[in-house]
Nanobody, 124 residues
């Protein structure tokens, strides 16, 4: 079992930055993929970024590429999402999730453990 707690969300003006944190407990992350997803009101959950814990390779969709960066801290058993140049359309609840096994995936159905989410609101 893995428990995930996100933090770092808040209200920010368009063009600003936020760093989200995802702290994992229950076991040490190893052969896992950690993903970030977001869900805006009335919309489906959307993939934002993923990182392979052991290899460290990452993937982001074009919608956030160049603005969002995912990285990990092995010592803290945590993953972060650095979000720069935020846009109004980035407003959503952001979730981190863990998928056991290697192989980056963009479907939420491939992730077994989820945090409770943290709200990010971008204002004009």
């Amino acid at each position: 079992q893995v428990q995930l707690v996100e933090s770092g969300g808040g209200l920010v003006q368009a063009g600003g930055s936020l760093r989200l944190s995802c702290a994992a407990s229950g076991r040490t992350l190893s052969s896992d993929v950690i993903g970030w997803f977001r869900q805006a009101t009335g919309k489906e959950r959307e993939f934002v970024a993923a990182i392979s814990w052991t290899i460290g390779n990452t993937y982001c969709p074009d919608s956030v590429k160049g603005r969002f960066t995912i990285f990990r801290d092995n010592a803290k058993n945590a993953v972060y999402l650095q979000m720069n140049n935020l846009k109004l359309e980035d407003t959503a609840v952001y979730f981190c999730a863990v998928r056991g096994g290697n192989g980056l995936r963009i479907s939420s159905a491939d992730y077994q453990y989820w945090g409770q989410g943290t709200q990010v609101t971008v204002s004009s």
